[in-house]
Nanobody, 114 residues
Framework: QVQLVESGGGLVQAGGSLRLSCAAS????????MGWYRQAPGKQREFVAS???????NYADSVKGRFTISRDNPKNTMSLQMNSLKPEDTAVYYC????????WGQGTQVTVSS
């Protein structure tokens, strides 16, 4: 059973930075896709960023130029570097991986104060 462990959330002032990490365990297969979604209070979960096993990346328009996703294929780990954070980035961030099916982490809270 694939398990995902997220880390790196917290409280930061607007304009600051945070780095989220996600580690997948319980599998010998490299994830096809790894990525992040987020869910703010009262809103639907929304796509943030993804990266393929080949290194192709996709970003939501709202985070382009501020967030950078990266991964370490042999270790099945992924990071999301978040710079120039805004209060509207406040949400629970969920990592996900695709290894024959989707797996989700438990989420990590990111709070950006104004």
């Amino acid at each position: 059973q694939v398990q995902l462990v997220e880390s790196g959330g917290g409280l930061v002032q607007a304009g600051g930075s945070l780095r989220l990490s996600c580690a997948a365990s319980g599998t010998t297969f490299s994830a096809d896709i790894m990525g992040w979604y987020r869910q703010a209070p009262g809103k639907q979960r929304e796509f943030v960023a993804s990266i393929s096993s080949g290194g192709s990346t996709n970003y939501a328009d709202s985070v382009k130029g501020r967030f950078t996703i990266s991964r370490d294929n042999p270790k099945n780990t992924m990071s999301l570097q978040m710079n120039s954070l805004k209060p509207e980035d406040t949400a629970v961030y969920y990592c996900y991986v695709v290894i024959f099916r989707n797996y989700w982490g438990q989420g990590t809270q990111v709070t950006v104060s104004s």
